[in-house]
């Protein structure tokens, strides 16, 4: 700046570093009641720098309101004569101006004022954009373009912000394959030549710049409803802060606990807990949780106890979700079209897997893996703790199963009963959901059994304790659970019991506690979709609709299960079997809709509806003649 005195340009970055100090440090330390007092004090430095900067340009700046500055048709000219070289004199004074109108767009975003704000970073963008790309200001580049993507992202204008990152990602790659050397940071131009950045800050910084690019565009694809770009944006987001050691251990590891939830709906099991043994790892690094004592000493402890409980629960809450759906995916490809195990499917894939898997663990290399020299076996050794292959056998399932029973202990610390009911109860059935996975594999009927009678005695208290006025929609997920669970307690209890030459007292005693026990807790489901008048709707809401019809049938087929000797009660039970298999035929007569949501309880209702009649006539005669 040939025409500024060294003194003068002394100040005006005093003045810059100053800016830089009131926003990112002071401005943390402002009070409630004026909360941008430093970013105003800063504005206020930056408006002189640029001042000062137009006037060295022989540029005259009008005041367009409180919005900030509108070129006028002199700056128009001057700036159509400045030079195309990013790197030359014109383009070094552009940048300084784009680097103060960078900060100006900044402050206002900061303080609330999205349209100043927008004004001055597109202000930066059209300054740059007459240059070409260089050393000096790429990191500007992409910097205006990330502010200005996530201001539009801000104003759910998704594409709009998609184009200007996007824009951004591209001049980062560009940049490294036809350059790559350490660019200049823009708060850089306003600094003394003995202050500049080291190469090793310099990449630190723009490689941030970058990181938070892609996680802005993460963001963008996971708005236009792009999961699987959006997943890999947040891999490789995740991958570069672990690199560049720029990350907060909690939000890292919830984040990485986060991804993992998509691999699993995926089906990507290795990846999905390689993000959560990452999680797990870094979350380690947040530090040691506080104890009780030294939580009740010091409020600062208690907020850290609780923030590294909390996450800490989260990420485990996570796990039981990789172990229960490895498990349930496992059962989907070998179970039958009556719902039991397949023994030659099991055969067949248990001959293909070690091929498969192979090749899988050759994939993996593709993948982008997290850790750093720091992390890297601590990962490793955390994902060897469970399996990432679909279980095939009993064994293989209680392994994982054991695993994401551990976590629904850790979960379960955390999240109790009193303070946090819902995330308790949600805890307790994915508890109930690992039992009833495992117990597909389980070949005994005894220990079957025994495995869903673990499910009744923690899910039943719950059901009982729960206030449905408050909790409607968890308890008739727990009352169908319950009766669901009582429901093949006595199908299990049934295939026992004829294996046994002769019906002992206490097996039917036992079969009938099952029986009516299902019977009550479907009754109470049903009675929850009654109108406040007590009435069954005439016609059920979708969400409730198949649940609702598998009641009534399963009810059907209970009645007709209750075993007595007694033949006025065998009428009685049968009777009340007919009707409700004739209400299911009936609503689906009234509901045409609603048969293709229960084909198959439809058609065995039509036929029990037609076949019960005759076995009353037999019944009702029999007991006649006996009289």
């Known amino acids: 700046m040939a025409s500024i005195t060294s003194s003068e340009w002394r100040v005006l970055c005093e003045k810059y570093q100053r800016s830089v100090t009131l926003s990112e440090i002071e401005s943390k330390k402002d009070p409630e009641n004026d909360p941008f007092r430093s970013k105003y004090n800063a504005r206020e430095l930056l408006k002189q720098i640029k001042s000062s900067l137009g006037q060295y340009a022989g540029e005259n700046e009008t005041e367009q309101g409180e919005n900030g500055q509108q070129q006028t048709e002199k700056e128009l000219q001057v700036e159509q004569q400045i030079a195309a070289g990013g790197d030359s004199p014109a383009g070094l004074s552009a940048a300084r101006l784009g680097v103060i109108e960078y900060q100006l767009g900044l402050n206002h975003t900061e303080t609330e004022e999205l349209s100043a704000g927008e004004e001055h970073l597109m202000n930066c963008i059209r300054l740059m954009d007459k240059y070409e790309v260089t050393q000096e200001n790429i990191s500007l580049f992409i910097q205006s373009r990330n502010q200005i993507g996530v201001l539009w992202a801000g104003r759910g204008e998704i594409e709009t912000a998609q184009g200007f990152l996007e824009s951004a990602e591209a001049l980062y790659n560009r940049y490294m394959k036809e350059d790559g050397k350490p660019p200049m940071d823009p708060n850089e131009y306003f600094m003394a030549e003995e202050e500049k950045l080291t190469e090793q800050e310099r990449t630190k910084r723009f490689e941030k710049a970058y990181t938070y690019t892609l996680y802005y565009l993460a963001q963008v694809y996971k708005n236009l409803e792009q999961n699987d770009k959006a997943g890999l944006y947040c891999h490789t987001t995740l991958q570069r802060q672990l690199e560049f050691n720029n990350f907060a251990p909690l939000e890292w590891a919830v984040n990485a606990a986060t991804l993992s939830q998509y691999y699993i709906t995926k089906s990507c099991y290795m990846e999905g807990r390689h993000c959560l043994a990452a999680a797990s790892v870094v979350v380690g690094l947040a530090g040691e949780v506080p104890s009780v004592a030294a939580a009740k000493e010091s409020e600062a402890e208690s907020e850290k106890r609780e923030k590294l409980c909390q996450r800490k629960a989260e990420i485990a ?11 349930n995916d496992a059962k989907k490809m070998l179970e039958d079209n009556i719902g039991e195990l397949d023994a030659d499917r099991q055969a067949e894939m248990k001959v293909r897997r070690r091929q498969e898997e192979e090749e899988k663990e050759k994939g993996r290399k593709t993948v982008v893996l997290f850790g750093s020299s720091d992390t890297s076996d601590s990962i490793l050794s955390m994902e060897e703790k469970v399996s990432c292959a679909y279980p095939l056998d009993f064994n293989e399932a209680r392994a994982i199963f054991l695993v994401g029973q551990n976590y629904v202990n850790e979960a379960k610390e955390y999240f109790q009963i009193d303070g946090h009911a819902t995330d308790h109860i949600e805890v307790v059935q994915d508890h109930s959901a690992l039992f009833k996975a495992l117990a597909f594999f389980e070949d005994d009927y005894e220990r079957c059994c025994k495995m869903h009678k673990r499910r009744i005695d923690m899910l039943e208290p719950i059901c009982k304790d729960l206030n449905p006025q408050y909790y409607l ?65 005439d016609k059920l809401e979708e969400d409730v609709l198949r649940p609702a019809i598998v009641a009534k049938f399963r009810i059907a087929r209970l009645y007709s299960r209750i075993i007595t000797a007694d033949s006025n009660k065998q009428i009685e039970n049968i009777s009340q079997s007919l009707e409700y298999y004739r209400f299911v035929v009936d609503y689906c007569t009234r509901n045409q809709d609603a048969k293709k949501a229960v084909e198959t309880e439809l058609e065995l209702s039509e036929e029990m509806a037609s076949l019960l009649p005759l076995r009353l006539e037999r019944l009702r005669a029999k007991l006649t003649s006996v009289n």
């Open 473 to 537: 929609l968890i308890s008739r997920q727990l009352q169908f659970e319950v009766a669901e669970t009582y429901y093949e307690m006595m199908d299990l209890k049934i295939a026992v019991a004829d294996k046994q030459e002769e019906l002992e007292a206490h097996t039917i005693r036992k079969i009938n506690h099952l029986t009516t026990s299902s019977i009550k807790y479907y009754e109470l489901f049903l009675d929850s979709l009654k109108t406040p008048d007590k009435k069954f709707p």
């Open 317 to 327: 809450r996570c796990w039981i979700k990789y172990c229960l759906n490895l498990i």
